[in-house]
Nanobody, 123 residues
């Protein structure tokens, strides 16, 4: 089970920190990611962590502005979002691949567990 928190409304240039709390240890998932979906658009990958090798990946649109971090003790994955822009608006979802499915981290296909989402609005 994944539960997101930390969404909200901010002005352009502001920051938010999203958190994903997992019922399992972070290391029990092969891959964990954050996705977002704007109204009328497809869900897109924002950032991901390959947990065993602690390697992070970011979409071009957020590189240099978003940062992933993990808290192993609390089973949490954080997404620090800085310099937010209106185009960052959307529902943000945490996802996990617990099967080592493979494929691109930016695709929704590898992920077999999803949170309910947290809304981010930038004006």
């Amino acid at each position: 089970q994944l539960v997101e928190s930390g969404g909200g409304s901010v002005e352009s240039g502001g920051s938010l920190r999203l958190s994903c709390t997992s019922s399992r240890s972070i290391s029990s998932s092969y891959l964990m990611g954050w996705f977002r979906q704007a109204p009328g658009k497809e869900r897109e990958g924002v950032a991901a962590l390959y947990t065993a090798i602690n390697t992070t990946h970011y979409a071009d649109a957020v590189k240099g502005r978003f940062t992933l971090s993990r808290d192993n003790a609390k089973h949490m994955l954080h997404l620090e979002m800085d310099s937010l822009q209106p185009e960052d608006t959307g529902m943000y979802y945490c996802a996990a691949d617990t099967r080592a499915y493979g494929g691109s981290w930016m695709s929704t296909e590898p992920y077999n567990s999803w949170g309910q989402g947290t809304q981010v609005t930038v004006s």
